[in-house]
């Protein structure tokens, strides 16, 4: 079962605005991970607007200094292309203020002993350093010593024990929630632990591996389920139909067999597709056709929900008041196979239903279905709110202090 007790125990993490930070250095872990071309430029800047409300928080209330430390990428070892000076002039427009680069911690400590009180600090790529993801203890003392006070705000990272989201609580009095965090961990708390019914989740994505922890677990705390994109291939598989090229997971047919079954007893709904389109090949997709489910074409693969499904889930979207969708319907990234994810979309949009919308490719989806603004809440990291579905409580809250 989901661990909703752990979603509430999240909700208790004290955030900055428990705490006084006048006069105090503050070191906020922030997400700056964002997408960017071959040329630096930055395509999507939502992450970094999303932590400027604790960042100018610390602002208003006079912190001595505030030094923002995030990572960028998987560099391997220190590496330009993923230094965070690319992202220093969107991070100076967005806050409207001179922030300081630091090349290393060493530099950060040196700028903060020469410049005078209220400065701002952008520590290059974390990791850079080869301590960061092995939650090295001295890299996460080093990082301790530039601050007073340590504040989370990075919930992307919130489910990995690095260095810069979990070593270096242990060496900081005080260590809290950033707005974002708490934003997100209350959405999640909306959506599971007092929801409106009926609840739905929609889960989609490449694979069904990935999601097995969610949907063993998430059972008890929703009402209905829709499963599409290439992970319905399993469950249609299960059910005795011959998926063709379609990527499947033999492998986990007992495991989808077992999950149809469970969801069956205790009186979940779950909905598959009804038919599909199909490609016989996703590069050039010269051929593309709709059929139904069980009549994929010989050497044909699924590669979107068809338009009765996409009727058929529609119908389930408006008789739900609490979604939470997680994982594209279909390969969204190519036009002739988009128009599945983004009608789903769509209709969540045209409801009054509270919609938590999982982070990565669900979020870009939305964004390219030109429905962000018509949710209730995207969250900023999809990897995190996997395992917060999974009913995981994340490292990152572990380390944090609690309210009495």
Known sequence: MLEV??????????SVRDIDIKDKRVLIRVDFNVPMDHEFNISDDTRIREALPTINYCIDREAKSIILVSHLGRPKGKDSDFSLKHVLKRVERLLGKTVVFADDIDSAKSIQATLKSGH??????????AGEEKNDPLLAQELAQLCDVYVNDAFGTSHRAHASTHGIAQFVSQK???FLLKKEIDSFAKAFTNPLKPVLLIVGGSKVSSKLALLNNILDLVDKIIIGGAMSNTFLQAQGYDM???????????????????????????YLPVDVVSTNDLKTHQEIKITPAQDVPQDFMAVDIGPASTKLFNQVIRDSQTIVWNGPLGVYEISQFSRGTFNVAHSI????????????????????????????????????????????????????DQRE
């Not at 007790?5 to 004290?14: L, P, S, V």
């Open 176 to 178: 809290v929630a950033g």
């Open 244 to 270: 063709q090229k379609s990527l499947v997971e033999e492998n986990l047919i007992n495991e989808a067999h077992h999950i149809l079954e469970k969801a069956k007893q205790k009186g979940v709904k779950v």
């Open 349 to 400: 949009s045209d409801t009054y239903a509270f919609s938590l919308i999982g982070g990565g490719d669900t979020a870009d989806a939305v964004e390219r279905a030109g429905e962000r603004d018509n949710m209730s809440f995207i969250s900023t990291g999809g990897g995190a709110s996997l395992e917060l579905l999974e009913g995981k409580v994340l490292p990152a809250f572990e380390v944090l």
């Open 120 to 129: 701002i600090i952008l520590l290059e790529n974390i990791r850079f350093n």
């Open 5 to 14: 007790a752990g979603i509430e125990r999240m909700q208790q993490t004290k």
